[in-house]
């Protein structure tokens, strides 16, 4: 397979996930806005946009953090270079430079949810239609990858896109546990005290795992358990473990194709064996920030790594 | 419907009735729920932005992606009448590789004094590193698209030579398939030649051109300009189809004698490219020093018998339209034979008395720039206005060399669909042609373009045309 074609799955499918995650912070942002008063619901949407790390250019352009500024900011705001509509663009434009490395069925899945969300995108999106938006955004995710399953061989190319999936979910998931861990961090003095169960949940929701933590902890809601979950639960598929677990068997499911391990399947190591040693009172201890940063340096770092070892550029 | 005006008819006969080819569509159609057809003729659209089958189109804004219309109505050929067309096609496609295999090496015909030799020395498509130079199983035009026009039962005319890089093919292939998933009843009916297996006949034959370099399965990729070209679609769809790489310049390097692609591996080397880019740029080295375009020592490799380059560079030589009307002369030197496809006639404006007569006859007349194409620069005599024709006249005096005319044909029909039924709309047909050592291959079909306005002659797709499935029927 071309370099080039390689970079374009693999591009293809981080601006996928990053699409699709972003549909679900806003969708925990909305939720929140909801049902809590001016102030709150402003500092969510605030936190919002930091998670998407546009926060500089949304406060260039806009004096507060009202809803509809916010998301129509984050999916379609003509002053964002990486809104959602951008982001869904390069999915498909990826997907037509790497056209004959994707099946049929994977492009026409592409082809279709990017017209469906460019005609809800084209116009300025109020509150009865954002719903619709964000789900529309979600099912573009889940009809892709539904079609990469089903479809497509399973040769460099697959593994490729999944390693992609993987490296930006990870980022995803550190990025948001990191601009969230102030409501996380001082929560440890505060065990068994009523903090805000809300905001977790919204964490929890930010990554579409609200029911399946209180499926695993009956109810229970602490940091210490969140952190639990978030970074090192194998079974939760967008926690930093699995998402690592994950990008690991792609990795050497390449390596092995290629018949060489590449000096990114050395570093992915090394970041597994950094997650496989940590209990979460060590993250603590370490501080849940020092921690995260250090996460997302490794996970850059691999995914430039694979770029290099299979000459994504020239 | 709109009863066929004078010009021949695909469908019917002056007095109305249906031509046997069409006999079973007709049948067929005649019980369909006209409303139905029109709901049918939404969905196609829809199937075809859903596949992405979609061009860019010169000059607008490039995310601007546009649908070449797709008419349902089939445009229907009948098993004798296509081995007619494919003869004088096979007849014509050899001439054409002969020509220039003689032009780049002897020049018998011009030391025979059949066509001037100014014809290629002043061809901004002639190419000096040519010269000499044999390609790999001496073939220049492994893929070319011979534009057909019908004016009455037995006339079909040769309109234009493809011999660089004709584009179309992939609607040949996606107006088929888009038929047959909106009417699979029809193809239970009325027995149609297949021409699904194009791309692997494609493949085949590039593959029969390898070049002495190639060591085991010879290595195919198609090189396109990138993402934001107009027939990129195209050129993605061929590769996908082949199962070749598709490379663009910047993916390809020399490196140790031969043209190799970076790969996830590394280099590996090319062995036949189906290039989808113009000669200029192939080698910066060797065409524009100042190009970032291109794969600097191309050439060089080519000329050593490193790599096959299809359709070879210079080729378009032997296609523009000043060689063109030469060809019932060309083909007779070559073949020993008369043209079994007759070319239309053709004014060469260079020529004094010629020239005379087009400008006393402008406004019956369409004049063509010698290297024009896509319908772009070219005059049509009778829909021009007098303000038109007058500047039209200038331009031709300044440059005669630059044009030719021919009369205005009156083009067939075959009708179109439309909301008040089927209307009569002019078509021209572009069948595939394939050369490589084991021979001529020529796809039963092709791309019927049709001019969706009424009364409208240019089919080009720029210029708002559509095409048509084009059916050969079964013996």
Request: glycine residues 8%; aromatic residues 10%.
């Amino acid at each position: 397979m071309l370099g080039r074609t390689a970079n374009g799955l693999f591009w293809m499918f981080r601006y996928l996930e990053r699409a699709e995650n972003t549909a679900r912070l806003l969708d925990a942002g909305i939720r929140l806005a909801l049902t809590r008063d001016l102030v709150t619901a402003e500092e969510e949407w605030r936190s919002v946009i930091a998670v998407t790390g546009q926060k500089r250019l949304y406060e260039a352009n806009h004096d507060s953090y009202a809803g509809a500024d916010a998301w129509n900011f984050i999916l379609r705001g003509k002053d964002n270079p990486a809104n959602v509509r951008e982001m869904f663009g390069a999915v498909r434009q990826n997907a037509r430079m790497a056209r004959n490395a994707i099946s049929g069925e994977v492009w026409e899945a592409v082809n279709e949810s990017w017209m469906r969300l460019e005609k809800l995108l084209a116009r300025p999106i109020g509150q009865s239609a954002v719903g619709e938006v964000v789900r529309a955004i979600r099912l573009a995710g889940t009809l892709v990858h539904g079609a990469l399953e089903g479809s497509m061989l399973r040769n460099e190319g697959y593994h490729f896109a999944r390693a992609g999936t993987f490296v930006e979910r990870a980022d995803s998931t550190a990025r948001l546990l990191d601009i969230k861990y102030y409501l996380l961090l001082p929560s440890l003095n505060y065990v068994g005290s009523s903090l805000d169960n809300g905001q977790w949940d919204t964490v929890l929701r930010s990554v579409g795992g609200e029911r399946a933590f209180s499926w695993l902890n009956a109810g229970r809601m602490d940091a210490r358990a969140i952190v639990e979950f978030l970074v090192l639960d194998d079974r939760f598929p967008r926690s930093l473990a699995f998402c690592h677990g994950a990008l690991r068997d792609h990795m050497f499911a390449l390596a092995r194709l290629h018949g060489a391990d590449a000096g990114s399947n050395q570093l992915m190591r090394e970041a597994e064996i950094n997650i496989s040693d940590m209990s979460v009172e060590t993250i603590f201890e370490q501080g849940l920030h020092e921690f995260l940063v250090q996460f997302e340096k490794a996970n850059g770092e691999i995914g430039q790594a694979i770029a290099e070892d299979y000459r994504f550029l020239a | 419907m709109d009863r066929p005006t004078a010009n021949f008819d695909e469908m019917f006969t002056a007095d109305g009735s249906v031509r046997p080819g069409y006999a079973e569509f007709c049948g067929w159609y005649d019980e369909q729920d006209p409303k139905w057809l029109q709901r049918k003729d939404a969905e196609a659209d829809d199937s075809f932005r859903r596949t992405g089958i979609t061009f860019n189109v010169y000059g607008e804004d490039e995310a601007e992606e546009r649908l070449i219309p797709f008419d349902m109505v089939p445009r229907i050929i009948t098993a004798a009448e296509w081995r007619k067309v494919t003869k004088g096609i096979e007849q014509r496609v050899s001439a054409i590789n002969s020509l220039l295999y003689d032009l780049y090496h002897r020049q018998e015909i011009i030391r025979a004094g059949r066509i001037p030799a100014h014809l290629f020395q002043d061809n901004a498509a002639w190419l000096q590193q040519m010269v000499g130079f044999t390609p790999p199983g001496g073939i220049y035009t492994h893929i070319v698209g011979i534009d057909l026009v019908r004016t009455g039962p037995n006339e079909f005319f040769v309109l234009e030579d493809n011999a660089r890089t004709p584009s179309g093919v992939s609607y040949m292939l996606e107006n088929r398939e888009t038929m047959m998933s909106m009417f699979p009843e029809l193809f239970a009916r009325v027995g149609v030649e297949s021409v699904s297996n194009y791309p692997r006949r494609l493949a085949r034959s590039l593959a029969a051109c390898a070049p002495a370099a190639t060591t085991g399965k010879p290595k195919v990729a198609v090189l396109t300009p990138g993402i934001f070209n107009s027939a990129y679609f195209e050129h993605a769809f061929l590769a996908d189809q082949m199962g070749a790489e598709l490379v663009e310049a910047s993916d390809l390097r020399v490196v140790g004698g031969r043209v190799q692609m970076r790969t996830t591996r590394g280099f590996e080397p090319v062995d036949v490219l189906y290039r989808r880019v113009d000669d200029e740029y192939l080698d910066p080295l060797t065409f524009n020093p100042d190009s970032m375009l291109g794969v600097p020592g191309i050439m060089d490799v080519y000329r050593a018998g490193g790599i096959t380059i299809a359709n070879a560079p210079g080729a378009g030589v032997a296609d523009d339209k000043a060689i063109y009307s030469f060809m019932p002369e060309i083909v007779e030197f070559y073949t020993g034979q008369k043209p079994l496809l007759p070319n239309v006639q053709t004014w060469r404006c260079a020529d004094e008395d010629s020239l005379a007569y087009v400008l006393d006859n402008l406004a019956e007349l369409v004049v063509k720039e010698v290297h024009g194409s896509g319908g772009y620069g070219m005059l049509i005599g009778p829909t021009s206005s007098r303000r038109e024709l007058a500047a039209f006249r200038k331009k031709l005096t300044a440059n005669p060399q630059n044009y030719i005319a021919q009369p205005t044909l009156s083009l067939s029909t075959c009708p179109i669909f439309t909301k008040k039924g089927l209307a009569p709309r002019h078509v021209d047909l572009r069948p595939f042609v394939l050369v490589s050592p084991d021979g001529v291959d020529i796809t039963p079909g092709g791309l019927t373009r049709v001019a969706l306005k009424k009364g409208s002659l240019v089919v080009n797709s720029s210029q708002g045309g559509g095409t048509k499935d084009t059916w050969v029927l079964k013996d």
